[in-house]
């Protein structure tokens, strides 16, 4: 079995990968990922920031809400990126309400909430325009 450190450092290598443009590469480390140690969210999470920046955010919510989130119901950082999946997609209300509810909240994960915050303040900023930016 893959250690938790060398899942951790292959799933960081698939993160830069795909926020470097290299998704392709990005999509076969995070599915070497799931082979690996499929009790791990990290392969779902990387899967779904990847079709994200393919602008595939419908594949990006299937991902989150159908593998990631049942794996791990309370994880705020899941919970955090269907919101910007959802912003996304143009889905602005649903996306406002899902971050609220992590930004709102005390004893949230500070990632997640400050993530939320973020995007909560991107969406505020981009609410006069047409077309959805995060």
């Known amino acids: 079995m893959v250690s938790v450190e060398t899942l951790r450092l292959l799933a960081d290598i ?4 795909t926020s470097g443009g ?3 590469q990005a999509a076969e480390l995070f599915r070497a990922i799931e ?3 499929p009790d791990s969210v990290l392969p779902h999470i ?3 920031l990847n079709c994200m920046n393919m602008k595939k955010h419908q594949d990006a ?3 989150l809400e159908k593998k990631a989130l049942p794996m791990e119901p309370d994880n705020d ?4 990126l269907i919101g910007m999946a959802l912003m996304m997609m143009g889905r ?3 996306s406002e309400r899902c971050l609220q509810v992590i930004a709102s909240s005390e004893d949230k994960d500070p990632m997640a909430v400050e993530m939320a915050t973020a995007l909560l303040a991107k ?4 609410s006069g325009s047409s077309a959805p930016g995060v």
């Open 14 to 17: 698939g993160f830069m990968a």
């Open 22 to 24: 290299l998704s392709p």
């Open 35 to 37: 082979l690996a140690r």
């Open 46 to 48: 990387g899967k779904a």
């Open 61 to 63: 919510l299937d991902v």
């Open 77 to 80: 950082s899941i919970k955090a």
């Open 92 to 94: 602005n209300n649903e």
């Open 123 to 126: 969406h505020n900023k981009n």
